[in-house]
């Protein structure tokens, strides 16, 4: 750049420095109200939106679908989309490691690449489309970053994003660098045209892919996030997981109606000599890695596929501690289920499903030993069974469930086909109740069935 | 006319500017105050009373010595920690009961009490405190701490586990 | 009294200097996309300020990190707050920092005689990139853990070092109590260091040079 242009340069900003205002107040007041706009803004985010609550991080749980902070997801997605390509797709280095490189040197150079002494849009057609290509990218990239890249068959969602996201930018820039660099006459419209319909081609095959998709269910993991709330997750993954052998209080010294583990001797888990002993983390590490030597299996991801996570053992772990440890005092916890005022009638939504879920899961669920009676469903618990149509029946105090709920085990053929339920304890009365009054009433499965029977 | 609009105005922006920015300052710096002392506020747990034993099972003339545990949740942190101490009946009434602690006033180590020489000696320096927890030698600086106590209508004796330090 | 004081500090700081060549510049005429670049420094400074709030009871440790923010999110007075500022205004920063980039791309405001200002711009912004990546695995929940286990294995897929830029990314081979450290130690001390310097000098340029008018066709 020469002396002269450089001076122009320089005169030039003198005369828009004599038209211009000053730093302060002017410029000032107004990057206060920018910073004021912003910060009620987060204000508002941080109150009305919050921070959303996620399990802890757990190691052995390789099965969670890494997500990266979404101003990094048109990265993840363009490397996912560069991988489908044929031969070059699998030299991952060439997307992880020389494009953004490549993109950050531009960037670095641009000041050096960008030689000519014009600023206005009108003279840097050629910049100015590029970038828009690249912004539309990344925004199109980042939308449907949700969407699988894979697919059965023709994927069309698939097909469509490779050529929106990949296909169609790269044309462009090669077109947009030919004519800038090679063919040195083309006119700023030809370059405004490609870049404009390279946009709208992008933008349109994007929504195109988004509504092809196929609907990806989101799963909700539920976060327990006070003590009540953890000890209630805790209690609830115990009545499945550990009731059979340990008992609903954890007192169980010797375990029984249980395959392959009838008669084996068991430290009571909600004495002393376990609570005192073993510090939280010890007690996560014994379910986790289970006593297989004394016949408990794992429990924990990192040691069972199926099992539980680290956070769901934690839950547990706080469980037994603020319900058992006499040094934790526990704090006022919600009942099962609400309780029932007089003439109201349960329904299973409010009220059954708790209860179920507390007292009967552990064993009436697929995989166990249980009359093929799982009832972990409205339908299951009405319809299911060896005994399917006797187990609940409207309005009748001789259904089964009633019975065996009440200490009355089934005969059938002078053959018990049911013992009492559940097996090693009873319920208390109100909960008794509850079934009681729930089946008199026909089993309303919604609250609003409920409501309907009065 | 202009000057002084100008001025005004100038006046106008710098008290925007000033009231905006103790607006963001006391937006933020007020829930920084709470959030900094919050564990300050938080009301304390300790006081929780504890119960030793039925008075029937605790001899007259002789310490009988009792421990409990104490768990201190701190944010995420859960600590259980130990204390000891003696029940010293003097005669059958209710009201003549002395609770010490076993922490030793010196340096916290544990005492015990000797059935021959009729004191506690602490196993550190070897200091002794008389049954009523007064030092007779040795380093420490103050009498054993004591308990408050309560006797519950069946006999339940029950401390508070707030050691009171007696003067010197 | 007060004009005593001023006049006495005048002398030895050089208020009045400070004042013409800071504060009191003449600039071209005012645009708000202008202020963006302030908008920037003001997150920055209030991700400074919620962050050093956050380290009061933040603990870098695999066994804790979780628990401390649950603390904080649930225990601690306006801790939602704090974080949920700190969380909302790293997000909008690399947005702010993201478009003010754009606008001195689209005004051209990069050449002569600006090119070391962006040249420092470029490093602010893919420091700021730096200090969202290393935030991120702070809460030491699944997402944050995942999405940093794949971060690192992309950097690892260099071709013959990549190896060991993941381990030095992770301090050893895995993603463990290390990581947590040295990602904690960039967010909070060496990051920002290199943040708060390169601001000094993009803010040193600004005033040097001026702000960039909006070109026109005489440009």
Redesign the interface.
């Known amino acids: 750049m020469n002396q002269d242009i450089k001076q122009k340069i320089h005169e030039r900003y003198q005369r828009e420095l004599q038209r211009g205002e000053r730093f302060w107040p002017d410029s000032i007041f107004k990057d206060l109200v920018m910073a004021t706009a912003i910060f009620l803004l987060l204000i508002l985010l941080a109150t009305f939106v919050g921070v959303p609550a996620e399990p802890k991080a757990d190691p052995s749980d390789t099965s969670y679908v890494p997500r990266p902070e979404w101003y990094f997801l048109f990265l993840f997605k363009f490397l996912a989309i560069y991988g489908q390509i044929p031969v070059i797709g699998k030299i991952e280095w060439l997307a992880t490691v020389i494009v953004p490189t490549i993109a950050i040197g531009l960037l670095v150079l641009l000041p050096f690449i960008d030689k000519s002494p014009h600023r206005y849009y009108g003279k840097r057609v050629f910049a100015i489309g590029v970038m828009a290509i690249v912004v539309v990218s990344m925004v199109t990239l980042t939308l449907m970053a949700d969407v699988p890249t894979t697919g059965e068959g023709i994927y069309i969602p698939g097909i469509l994003q490779t050529i929106g996201g990949l296909v169609v930018p790269a044309v462009a820039y090669i077109i947009l660098i030919l004519m800038n660099f090679v063919f040195k006459k083309t006119s700023a419209g030809a370059m405004i045209w490609t870049s404009g319909i390279t946009i709208v081609l992008m933008i349109g095959l994007t929504a195109a892919t988004l509504a092809l998709a196929p609907q990806v269910e989101k799963t909700e993991t539920e976060v327990a996030l006070t003590l009540e709330d953890q000890i209630l997750a805790g209690q609830d993954l115990y009545s499945i997981h550990c009731v059979e052998c340990h008992g609903d209080d954890g007192s169980v010294t010797v375990i029984e109606g249980v395959a392959g583990l009838e008669g084996k001797a068991v430290m009571p888990i909600s004495g002393k000599d376990v609570l005192y002993t073993l510090n939280d983390a010890s007690l996560a590490e014994v379910i986790s890695y289970g006593r297989p030597d004394a016949g408990m299996n794992p429990f924990g991801k990192a040691y069972n596929p199926e099992g539980l996570t680290k956070g769901e053992i934690d839950y547990i772990v706080t469980f037994m501690r603020y319900s058992w440890d006499d040094r934790f005092e526990k704090p006022q916890m919600k009942p099962v289920f609400p309780p029932l005022a007089e003439g109201e009638v349960p329904s299973y939504e409010v009220h059954i499903a708790p209860i179920v879920k507390r007292y009967c899961i552990s064993c009436h669920r697929p995989g166990k030993e249980n009359n093929n009676y799982p009832m972990t469903t409205y339908e299951e618990i009405v319809y299911s069974g060896d005994h399917a149509g006797k187990n609940v029946v409207a309005g009748s105090m001789e259904s089964y469930l009633l019975q065996v709920i009440q200490g009355t085990p089934i005969i059938e053929n002078g053959e018990e086909v049911i013992g009492v339920m559940p097996p090693k304890s009873t319920l208390k009365p109100d909960v008794i109740d509850a079934f009681v009054r729930w089946v008199m009433a026909g089993m309303p499965n919604t609250a609003a069935d409920a409501a309907a029977v009065k | 006319m202009s000057g002084s609009r100008h001025m005004s105005r ?1 006046d106008f ?2 008290l ?2 000033a009231i ?2 103790s ?2 300052g006391a ?2 710096g007020i ?2 105050i ?3 002392i ?2 300050a ?1 938080r009301e304390d ?1 300790a006081g ?1 009373p504890v119960v030793i034993g039925n008075l029937k099972d605790i001899p007259i003339g002789k310490p009988f010595p009792f421990s409990f ?3 201190k ?1 701190n ?4 600590t ?1 920690s130990s204390f000891g101490g003696f029940v010293i009946r003097k005669s059958e009434a209710k009201e003549d009961i002395l609770v010490l602690s076993s922490r030793c006033t010196h340096l916290s180590c544990r005492v015990n009490w000797e059935e021959n020489r009729q004191v506690f000696v602490c196993p550190c320096h070897d200091a002794n405190f008389s049954l009523e927890g007064k030092v007779l030698n040795g380093p420490p600086p103050a009498p054993l701490g004591k308990f408050e106590y309560q006797v519950q209508d069946d006999g339940t004796l029950v401390i508070i586990p707030l050691e009171v330090l007696q003067e010197a | 009294m007060w004009k005593k004081i001023y006049a006495w500090l005048d002398e030895r700081l050089g208020l009045q200097e400070m004042y013409t060549s800071i504060l009191d510049r003449p600039e071209p005429k005012g645009n708000w996309w202008n202020t963006l670049g302030s908008a920037s420094l003001f997150l920055f400074l209030l991700q400074g300020a919620t962050g050093i709030f956050l380290t009061v009871y933040y603990t870098p440790s695999p066994d804790h990190a979780y628990d401390s923010i649950q603390y904080i999110m649930e225990s601690v007075a306006f801790g939602w707050l704090i974080r949920g500022i700190h969380h909302w205004g790293a997000t909008l920063m690399v947005l702010v920092v993201f478009i003010h980039m754009l606008r001195v791309y689209i005004t051209a405001s990069y050449k002569y005689p600006r090119e070391l200002t962006w040249l420092i711009g470029v490093g602010l912004l893919i420091t700021t990139l730096g200090m969202g990546f290393t935030g991120y695995l702070l809460p030491w929940n699944q997402r944050a853990f995942w999405a940093t286990t794949v971060g690192t294995q992309i950097a690892g897929s260099v071709p013959f070092i990549g190896n060991f830029i993941l381990k030095a990314l992770r301090g050893g081979p895995d993603l463990s109590a290390l990581t947590l450290q040295r990602f904690f130690s960039a967010h909070i001390w060496m990051l920002p260091a290199i943040l708060a310097a390169l601001i000094g000098v993009h803010l040193y340029l600004i005033i040097k040079h001026g702000e960039s008018h909006f070109p026109t066709e005489e440009d």
Do not use: C, H, Q
Not at chain 2, 75 to 78: K, M, Q, V
């Open positions: 100038r922006v710098k925007s500017t905006l920015g607006f963001i937006v933020i829930p920084a709470g959030y900094l919050a564990p506020l747990k929780k545990t104490v768990t949740v944010g995420w942190e859960r259980a």
